[in-house]
């Protein structure tokens, strides 16, 4: 069974960073897609970052271009979020998830598996 473990999270000022990890087992990781998403109070969950199972293609949500960064190492199963430059508007629960497809989706209902999701305060 796939399972996906977040960690990172915390209470960070303004301009600050962070960096998320999300560990996965259960299965082979290197071929499929991983995101992260994130969910705000009142909020929808939204798509923030993705990168393909070859790891060679990324993309992200317009807001956080330049000041986020995915990554994956697959020889540690683990797939990581660098957030520099934080504001308070991304303030969430971040989550990481991932599918049965190495292609790469906005649309969470495409993804099959979720972490419990770690949560990340910017303080102004």
């Known amino acids: 069974q796939v399972q996906l473990v977040e960690s990172g999270g915390g209470l960070v000022q303004a301009g600050g960073s962070l960096r998320l990890s999300c560990a996965a087992s259960?299965?082979?990781?290197?071929?499929?897609?991983m995101g992260w998403f994130r969910r705000a109070p009142g909020k929808e969950r939204e798509f923030v970052a993705g990168i393909r199972g070859s790891g060679g293609s990324t993309f992200y949500l317009d807001s956080v271009k330049g000041r986020f960064t995915i990554s994956r190492d697959n020889a540690k199963n683990t797939v990581y979020l660098q957030m520099n430059s934080l504001k308070p508007e991304d303030t969430a629960v971040y989550y990481c998830?991932?599918?049965?497809?190495?292609?790469?989706?906005?649309?969470?209902?495409?993804?099959?598996?979720w972490g419990q999701g770690t949560q990340v305060t910017v303080s102004s």
């Open positions: 259960g299965r082979s990781f290197s071929w499929y897609a």
């Open positions: 998830a991932t599918s049965e497809s190495s292609v790469l989706y906005s649309d969470p209902r495409r993804y099959d598996y």
